[in-house]
């Protein structure tokens, strides 16, 4: 994941993703995919001269993922965090009992965190 989310990536974006081993093929695909997601989204709405950070750790049980921006961030009573791209990563997410949770200000950046459990 770490050279081919970063590679299509419409903003500068580093990997954090250090000792991070092979999970379920279903865990590595949801993760994959909320990070493409999220990674397009950013480029679309963060602006000029933004960059985005991908952190993935493994911590207490759950593989957790964010993805962070530093660009424009948006209102979060705007509605914005309902799009079909937020739905369809809390739908990927959830089917495997994890959760995601989006994070936004104006001026703020937006930061898009997920947490999937390990076991049972």
């Known amino acids: 994941m ?15 993703a250090e000792g991070i081993g092979r999970f379920d093929q ?9 990070v493409l997601e999220a990674l397009q989204n950013a480029g679309k709405h963060a602006g000029d001269g ?8 493994e911590d207490e049980g759950a593989l957790l993922f964010e993805v962070a921006d530093d660009g424009a961030g948006f209102d979060m009573t ?18 495997i009992g994890g959760a995601v949770t989006v994070t936004s200000a104006p001026g703020k950046g937006t930061k898009i965190s997920g947490r999937i459990p390990l076991s049972g």
């Open 2 to 16: 770490r050279s081919a989310a970063a590679g299509r990536a419409a903003l500068p974006t580093v990997i954090e």
């Open 78 to 95: 705007s509605g914005a965090q309902r799009g079909h791209g937020f739905v369809n990563m809390n739908d990927r997410v959830g089917a």
């Open 26 to 34: 279903q865990i590595e695909a949801a993760v994959y995919f909320c």
């Open 50 to 57: 933004a960059e985005a950070t991908v952190t993935v750790r």
